[in-house]
Structures are given as C-alpha cells and as structure tokens.
C-alpha cells in the first residue's frame, strides 16, 4: 500500500514562494528576501516532503514510471568565474543544462557565452542587468534591457534565445513594490505577444539564501523535492558571483538524479512548461 506522509514546513492550506529564491534590491545592495510569510500559487514553490513507502510491487512500478522522467537542470545569474566549474562539472557527467544568464559584455563573459552553445547548452534570457529597481519599473524599461542582452548573444554566439525567465519568477512580489502596480500582468503578456516563452520552476535548491548553504545542503534540497515530484522537473540553481557553493553540489545532483531514474535535457520554446503565473 502506498503511503504518503507530509511533513508540512508551513500552512497546509497553500504553497510559499521558494525562499531565497527571490532576491529584492535595496539601497543598491542585492539581498535575499525571505518570503517564509508569503503565500502565492506557484508550483514548485512547496515546502512539504513526501516520504514514501512501497512494497516491492508498487516499488517497481514507481522505478518504471521514474525511468522516463526528464530533469532540466537550469542556472540563473551568470556568467560569474563559478560557471567556469559548473560548465567543467557538466561536460564530466555528460549532462547539458539550460542557462539564463545575464548580460557580462567582457572578454571572460562572451568567451562563457560561446563556451555554453558550444557545448551544447541551451542560452535564455534573464535581463541584462538583473537591477529590479531598472527593470520592473516600467514595461519599456524591462524590454529596453532585456533586448540589450538579445543583441549581446546574437552578436557573440549567434544566437537569439526564445526562451526567458523573469528574475525573482513570474509571480515575484518585488515588481509591484517597484512599479507601483501589477506589472507582471502586462510583463507576461508582452513577453507572449513577442512569442517569448518563460520559464519559471518546479524544484528550487535554495542555493541564493544568505549566508550561502554549504553544497551538501543544497543537493539535498533538490533531491528531497525532486524524490517526490510526479513527471519532469525544472531545477532553478544559480551560478552567480554569490554562488561559490553550487559547483561543489553538482556531482551529488547528477547523481542523485540518475539514481531516480532522471535523464537530462535542455529546455526548449517546445517543452511543456512550468509556469507560476
């Protein structure tokens, strides 16, 4: 007989938002907004843990099922000098991963660029500057920076990625303290007009708290929510300047995974989507 037991980590009645998974500007200084409090309908964004308990039937029938899953491991926030481990990680194990990165117009950021297209990884759109204050203060503001990054990767690796993700998700409260309003609403509108796709996530590895959590502490997040998850997964790790920790959680990850029954792909304009909003 299946069981499942939660482990609730906060109110049954709805799901938090990832916490630290959301970063909110202040005085110029990028912090991490603990949103424990906040509740908002966003897949991916739940703190229970299932534990599960199979007989050896139900067991065999979960690893089949497992088998045809598909984890897409995504990274948000760079290039920083930790992509470099990351992208050395993931040509190791032989796993490509979808990076929505921001715009570092230097020798080392293109040269990371055409490292990822390279070796097979898929590039999406994360604004150029990633300064919520600039972005999210006016539609026109958002899509100045966000086609600012557009010209620096087609220019520097030939590509025009389709795909985007929203920093702070879709359903970040930070843009309606900036804008004054909701502007998501027509955010994710335009972004769909312009046949934009976004991608938000289903699993978090909380790897953006401050201080950072240690790298064992970080494969386990994602391996907890994952272990529990029905379908695909869409990891959300970062490889920021912040992020010294996620590199060394890699392998654990990877494995982990493969141990679940996972394969790894990137995420395209045709995967189905995880989307909050």
């Not at 007989?1 to 990028?30: H, S, T, Y």
């Not at 220019?155 to 993700?165: A, C, E, L, N, Y």
């Not at 970040?172 to 796709?197: F, H, P, W």
């Not at 992020?243 to 141990?259: D, F, Q, V, W």
Request: proline fraction near 4%.
């Amino acid at each position: 007989m299946l069981k499942k037991v939660f482990l609730a980590l906060g109110a049954i009645c709805g799901l938090f938002i990832c916490p630290g998974c959301l970063q909110v500007e202040v005085g110029g200084q990028v912090t991490t907004e603990m949103a424990s409090a906040w509740f908002l309908d966003a897949p991916g964004a739940l703190n229970a843990y299932m534990i599960y308990s199979l007989d050896e039937e139900e067991a065999t029938d979960e690893n089949d099922r497992e088998e045809e899953r598909v984890a897409y491991l995504t990274f948000d926030d760079g290039p920083s000098e930790h992509t470099v481990k990351v992208l050395d990680i993931l040509k190791e194990y032989d796993v490509k991963a979808t990076f929505f990165v921001n715009g570092n117009d230097t020798a080392f950021g293109r040269n990371m660029y055409r490292r990822m297209v390279k070796e097979g990884h898929a590039l999406g759109n994360h604004t150029y500057s990633h300064t919520y204050s600039q972005i999210y203060s006016s539609v026109d503001s958002f899509f100045e920076d966000f086609l600012k990054l557009e010209k620096l990767l087609k220019k520097t690796t030939g590509v025009r990625p389709r795909i985007m993700r929203f920093p702070g998700g879709s359903t970040n409260t930070v843009s309606r303290s900036v804008s004054g309003y909701q502007i998501m609403d027509e955010l994710v509108a335009k972004v769909e007009k312009e046949e934009y796709i976004y991608h938000d996530w289903n699993v978090c590895a909380f790897d953006s708290d401050y201080p950072p959590p240690n790298s064992a502490t970080i494969a386990q997040n994602v391996l907890q929510q994952a272990s529990f998850k029905e379908g695909d997964i869409v990891v959300l790790l970062h490889d920021g300047m912040m992020n010294k920790t996620t590199p060394g959680a890699l392998p654990r990850i990877i494995e982990g995974l493969r141990e679940l029954g996972f394969q790894f792909r990137v995420l395209t304009p045709e995967v189905e989507k995880v989307q909050f909003y």
